[in-house]
């Protein structure tokens, strides 16, 4: 089938440490997003990749890393920077070039220990 | 920039009720306007969208019409269930497609 996959669906942090999320897509899209959602808030964007080997900021970038060095895949590093990270967090990805709908994954929570 | 502002929540109803959420949006051009919704810890869904003024969306006996001159993309539902029970994210695309932008989530409980 094809789809969108987030892992783990858990992860935990300790202080001081990276943790990088998982995300995977089948769906030969060429965009793909990361967003943030913190209990009873709507979502924000981290960072989007347009295309392969290419990625921008989103509104709250500070503190995330992304690479895309394949179409697929768009890995989220949570860095030690980063002192808030306790969230649940959405990929998703969208068909270019036309005002399509996003697919999304079924998120990740992150917690500190 | 851009924005989407929705109704706070919670939104709690008895099944049968008639509802409207309401949503606007300012964007400069023409953005494509969606609802998606999400239960309880899972991904978001496109529940239905529209593309032009005047477009009306449709889907699960959800409708939602695009009004360029007030700004609107109100969601109603005539009848709603135990079932329609989620948060409903109103978005928009902006001009150039490059990113979606949310409004805040409203949720909504239907009492049996």
């Known amino acids: 089938d094809g789809g969108i996959t987030q892992s783990p669906k858990y992860l935990f942090r300790k202080e001081g440490q990276n943790v990088t999320l998982s995300c995977e897509q089948n769906l030969n899209h060429d965009a793909m997003y990361w967003y943030r959602q913190d209990p009873g808030q709507g979502l924000r964007l981290i960072y989007y990749s347009q295309i392969v080997n290419d990625f921008q900021k989103g509104d709250i970038a500070e503190g995330y890393s992304v690479s895309r060095e394949k179409k697929e895949s768009f890995p989220l590093t949570v860095t030690s920077a980063q002192k808030n990270p306790t969230a649940f967090y959405l990929c998703a990805s969208q068909p270019t070039g036309v005002r399509e709908k996003l697919f999304f994954g079924s998120g990740t929570q992150l917690s500190v220990l | 920039g851009d924005s989407v502002t929705q109704m706070e929540g919670p939104v709690t109803l008895s099944e049968e009720a008639f509802l409207t959420i309401n949503c606007t949006y300012t964007a400069t051009g023409y953005p494509s306007l969606f609802w998606y919704v999400q239960y309880p810890g899972e991904g978001l869904q496109l529940l239905l969208k529209?593309?032009?003024?005047?477009d009306k969306g449709s889907n699960k006996g959800f409708e939602a019409t695009y009004r360029k001159e007030t700004t609107s993309f109100h969601l109603e539902k005539g009848s709603v269930q135990v079932s329609d029970s989620a948060v409903y994210f109103c978005?928009?695309?902006?001009?150039?497609?490059?990113?979606?932008?949310f409004g805040s989530g409203t949720r909504l409980s239907i009492r049996p």
């Open positions: 978005a928009l695309s902006d001009s150039s497609a490059s990113k979606i932008i």
């Open positions: 529209a593309t032009k003024a005047d």
